[in-house]
């Protein structure tokens, strides 16, 4: 009512909106609310007192002070949480690149791992058919499949 002081009194007509629960959870709150509505019901309307507000032009102009230097205290806080921002943003780009990249190099490596398979297959095959050709011909050509074994 401090606050209103200046619009309570005289003519006016005050009208108060009190919202409760029928939670549980939130008895306390709608008991306190209920508390300060009868309050405000027995209250007193009547002319509007006038009092010296005690408040001197000097400590104005420092609450004033104070309050700009609060008001630029956050448009740097605002700034630096941009340029935060900002960073956490080109931060997470760079993340997605080096997923990216990873993933790339990871398909390129089971391509790799499968040519390497199959050159490995392709290499026991051969051994098998050099034994097999070795059996057959135990006797000729012996000195070119040993040249094809140690190239093998």
């Not at 209250?43 to 032009?57: E, I, W």
């Amino acid at each position: 009512t401090f606050f209103l002081q200046d619009s309570l009194g005289g003519d006016s007509k005050v009208l108060m909106i009190v919202c409760v629960s029928c939670e549980e959870d939130n008895s306390n709150e709608t008991l306190c609310s209920l508390n300060f509505a009868a309050r405000a019901r027995n209250a007193q309307l009547g002319p509007a007192k006038s009092k010296a507000s005690g408040v001197s032009d000097a400590k104005l102009r420092e609450r004033e002070r104070e309050l700009e230097a609060s008001r630029e205290a956050v448009r740097k806080m605002e700034v630096a949480k941009e340029e935060h921002d900002a960073a956490d943003a080109s931060h997470e780009k760079a993340r997605a690149a080096l997923v990216e990249e990873v993933e790339e190099l990871r398909g390129e490596r089971r391509i790799q791992l499968k040519k390497m398979e199959e050159q490995q297959r392709l290499a026991a095959q051969l051994r098998v058919q050099l034994a097999s050709a070795r059996e057959e011909a135990p006797y000729s050509d012996v000195g070119l499949l040993d040249v094809l074994e140690e190239d093998g």
